[in-house]
């Protein structure tokens, strides 16, 4: 092989896009996504959504998570006692941002957080809005971008990529995390296209609300490691 071959072929590698599965409420679903290598999973504490887990409930979730496996906690538009409750309580690596929170209110609580954006929503249906109101939020760990449909995320519902078109992807900017209606058949399509730091899932790894389904999981990984190029026996 020559030097530019060997070259060109280290620089196009695998790599290796990060997983966080979300909305988990029961302990085996945990397992699951743990042992199919999940390097993220999310708690939500919504009290709308049929995920959302009681202190107790999400206490005893993150009992089980091992080390180099990160728990976030979602939140939409929650007052500060209840993020200070939850962190008390659970002790999250990361809070997760749902609503119209300011920079300055999710920068405020000593822990790392990822900010969501609906996109398409107003303000945020053009590619010039969406990179605006991600600059606000330069504090962030991440950006993860979510459809913009009724209530405030985990509905499975998709949006239009091109809207991703102008946020920033230097190198020291917050991660690009890709949610919202992801599944198994579609993720390595999106991968391919959009090369996310991360994906986010909940509805295409259920088989009800809050209720999530071992296979479709590991189908899910699968997705994810055959786009990336890594094949696993
Ligand atoms: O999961 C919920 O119930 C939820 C409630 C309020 C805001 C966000 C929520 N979930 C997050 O939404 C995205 C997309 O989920 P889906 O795969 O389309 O179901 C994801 O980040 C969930 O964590």
Redesign the pocket.
Known sequence: MSTQAAASHVTAGPRRTRVKI??LTRPQDLDAAVQAGADAI?L?F?PP?R?CLTLDQAAALRARVPAFVAVTA?F?NPDAETVDRVIEAVGPDLLQF?GEESPDFCAGFGVRHLK?FRAGSPGMDTADGLARACLAHDQAAGW?F?SYSA???????SFDTALLAKVPRDAGMPALIL????KAETVGGQIAALAPFAV?????VESAPGIKDPERIRAFMRAVQAADGWHYA
């Open positions: 979300c909305g999310g939500v919504y959504s995920r979602l939409v749902h969501a993860l979510d209530g405030y995320g985990g509905s499975g519902s949610s919202g209606g992801l986010d899932v909940s509805s295409g």
